[in-house]
């Protein structure tokens, strides 16, 4: 159980293109889910947290108009890179809690997308 | 402030010997702590979490960790280190996970 899923695993793009990032929860409902960033050898930054049905929690410093985020159901979330730059390129990690508001629940995290913008 | 420290970057162990990864924690509250793996381009996989209760939590793959309220440490411990344990270890807390910077496992046969 707790599975999360991404799509697509590999993205290549050239740069001012936009790239949609997928990220489903398979076996239970996530009324949170996380987005992260993550550069080579180095931890984990959160971009953002998204309820399901309200706006994403953008953490600070993160452009909330060049990352779309969107939580359109219990089980999906979509991260956006609009209009994207080479400094864009990145592994991005989602992963999805099952009760909302709750700390103390465990995060299930996707496989991660690796990005390269050109 | 929240904040999780992991003091080693490279850990190195021989095949079957114990193995530790150090995690030290700062939190207002209850420390919610939490173990996660990551294998090579790959998501994180959640090893162990402390919440209340029992000081040694037991997790996936054999993993253990001991949550030490006066030493604010919730160290990695597994008893026989195997090859395939060779990845990069995080240590986090709370529900908004902070992570700690990480800690390559390298086990060597």
């Known amino acids: ?118 | 402030a929240q904040s999780v420290a992991q003091p080693e970057d490279q850990v190195n162990v021989a095949e079957g010997n114990p193995l530790t990864v150090k995690c030290t924690y700062s939190v207002s509250g209850n420390p919610y702590l939490f173990w996660y793996v990551q294998y090579p381009n790959r998501g994180l996989q959640f090893l162990l979490k402390y919440i209340t209760g029992d000081n040694l939590v037991k997790g996936s793959y054999g993993f253990e960790a001991e949550f030490n309220k006066s030493q604010t440490s919730f160290h990695l411990k597994k008893p026989s280190a195997l090859v395939s344990d060779s990845a990069l270890y995080f240590c986090a807390v709370r529900g908004k996970l902070i992570f700690g910077q990480g800690t390559e496992l390298s086990v060597k046969p």
């Open chain 1, 1 to 118: 159980g707790a599975v999360v899923s991404q799509h697509p695993s590999w993205v290549i793009c050239k740069s001012g293109t936009s790239v949609k990032i997928e990220c489903r929860s398979l076996d239970f409902q996530a009324t949170t889910m996380f987005w992260y960033r993550q550069f080579p050898k180095q931890s984990l930054m959160l971009m953002a947290t998204s309820n399901e049905g309200s706006k994403a929690t953008y953490e600070q410093g993160v452009e909330k108009d060049k990352f779309l985020i969107n939580h359109a159901s219990l089980t999906l979330s979509t991260l956006t890179v609009t209009s994207a730059h080479p400094e864009d390129s990145s592994f991005y990690i989602c992963s999805a809690r099952e009760l909302a508001g709750d700390e103390r629940e465990t995060q299930y995290f996707g496989p991660g997308t690796r990005l390269l913008v050109l």
